[in-house]
């Protein structure tokens, strides 16, 4: 795309515009996105010095900055750093309703070195089409535009801008890297553009030589961009044929679990003992070592998550991990991608982070309570994999547990926490609701074990008839599978 | 309080109770202050290696999770530094119904160095004594622990702790600082713990030579701090005498305003030019020396806040500022103290926040509509001076503007959006009804300007009936204060 780039007879489309009106034309529109809740973001890269800073201040001139957020990206930061890669974006997407501006972006890592192997290339790529895809399917408007100035007009601007007194701080190494190796970084960036260039979210490769005009082309395709986007939601509340999506044929996990399982108070007082201080271990280790670890629990109601979870902590240090208890979504979080509001809580490095339910919810509970349409949940089972697989390669020691009771064992649970005044509290109406939808839950439950069990984020089972045998179980697994990771991870590493 | 301490003979209260039984009334309690909506914020802090984790890990057993967080603070981090010193404090500090616990603490700081000097020290001091009465004046129950060693037990445990395979991470720098100037740290702590032992949330010096012992008296001393807080609250429940907190007299500020001032659309267009071009320079120089700055908008309805915004905006790079408009808090916000919110959004070093109306709206709409109470709006303009205060000495630059018209100019502005369709949304409602209580408005505004006009926080008064001189008045004041703030910041630091 940069190959070859026509310069001079480039087809502008807007350059005898004026500016004035565009960018109030601009400001028209993005008021009406605001009111029909769509999301926008503008992406605006390119090369060093080619004049972002001008074309975003032109942009966001007359839009309404009650909506609009302007995020400038480079280097991560050291807290941005104890967190994986994608995790800075997903926190400064735009909410329904709002406008995200990302000056640089998710792209600047891979732009910025043209001397990437292969393989980690290939991995920021792989993780850029997951997000593009997974914002654009939520119905968030992807605009991107690439600056291009040639070596000559880059070699220019950095020569007058490092002796201007207040540009010079614009200046950076970056600049003088890119104007040495101007045709590596050619050959690079083009082949990044090129395998970036997706259907739903294209780029737009603009000459940037008079940033004036560059300027008016990327307000005039965005208005032209948002104009048809809004046009296609109207057209899309028409009924129309729905979208099928076809999931493969699910097995039935939970027909195998053996409730039987038991054991002894003297065995579990025995196990836990012997197993709590090795988990004290096990927990610094894992600090040290600065991994940072996800522990998800899921399950039937009354199956004793709860206690397992206390259990579980028990043998940590308090302050390195935190347990997330999920339930239904803010207002704030609705706003968002579903998976947001999870992004939000992973752990920095060397961390803890249990959550008490999970993004499962939304094939679990939203299913069946017809919280998300059925499009959306079948989606979720492709996102969640994507999500799990970005947090395992970004390092992430990913554990699920799904502990389960038969209808027999939930029914005595219910009515002894009716019975007892302190335990009351731990029981509702939706309880009960939910156990009418028995059948309805455990085919979800079944879909979910299923689809979602990878190799590198298996389900883990636990039959919880039984809550000394469950909880020793969680532990067990946890040990196991911790020091099978941390085994893993050093020999990765030699 | 350290010095001469009694380890010997020290009246544990809660040693020969039953460790479980304590952890379970806690997490009794801990639901209780949970139902009545009270923040806790418990901060353990101590010589290093007195056990504070052992310490937090019994305290935490048995309560529960969706309403605790523990949160370990040791340096400040990257991300940290480029924030006022409590930042990290407040953003971690207990919504109503939650639990915070703190590993260290805001003590941390002034705690770790005891050569700080004497006004570094007396900053420190009088900033806790302020953001502990804050919270505590806002209902948070403040509950502060001391963990007490000698230094023979200190210089024992780092050394078993440093030949611990795992424990080894436990030992900083830190830990053989205080070892080895174990008098001059006695000295420097009873100081700080004497300085900040406050009525509504003094400190409680316990030995730890007995890890154990010092954790059930942890225990039981917050839960009984706690079941009297609970009692009192309910206590406060009954009619009572009404507490007055008198205010000096104001002023009427808003009387001397001269609406008189104009200027030509020529005028108008030179000083734009030039000013604008100031305010580039400024706006680079303010981010070069990493200066945060805060520009604080309010005014009487329809005075052009927007417009003067969007204007002063135009000089500033994109990526460098961030305009925050206030409204209505939500769900979220309403549930910490009202000033978390703005806390939240401070810029970080070099770059600009606009608060597009502010944390002023306690003193103005809130008092006005009455959604705070009178005692609450009334102890507003204090807390607001006080947070101002920090803001400043922290090395914020703010401003603060307050837009004024009159009310031929509001009326006439008013009946002009109801015929123009595209200014329409602009007006609502409820602008009708604030015009309605101009009187009391107009009171709330002139104590407001009296009562919170400070020497590093001015308010400065622009009359907006001619929209041409605010702005150019708005810009003017920008640059004129910006350059003094750079200057006078110099001078001071030769």
Redesign the interface.
Known sequence: MLKHFDFKDFDFQYKDCNRSDLREEFG?IQ?RAHELGIPILIVIDGWESAGK?YV??D????VD??Y?????FGEA????QKKPYLWRFWMASPARGEMS?F?HSYYFNVMDDFQLDKKTEQGYLKDIETLERQLTEDGTVIIKFFLNISQKTQRKRTEEYQID???K?LVTERDRRQVQYHDEYEEHLNKILNATDFPTSPWNIIPSESMRTASLEVLGRTIEVLKSQILDRMDRLKPQEKVEITLPKGNHPLDKVNYSKKLSQEEYEEAKTKLESQM??LG??L??KKIPTVIVFEGVDAAGKGGA??RL??GF????Y??V?ISAP???ELSYHYMWRFWKELPDKGDITIF?RSWYGRVLVERVEEFAKEEEWKRAYGEINEMERIFCESGIFLLKFFLTIDAAEQLERFQARMLNI?KS?KLTEEDWRNREKWDLYTKAYNDMLSWTNKEDAPWILVPGNDKYYARIKVMEEVLERGRAFIKKREETRL
């Open positions: 028209m008021r800073g975003i201040s942009l966001v001139r007359e900055h009650k609009t957020r302007v995020h400038l930061d050291e807290c941005e501006v000056d007194k207040f540009k701080v004290i271990e610094y280790e600090h040290d979870i206390k902590t028990k240090d308090p302050r390195g935190n347990v208890p803010s207002q704030t008490d302190e509290y």
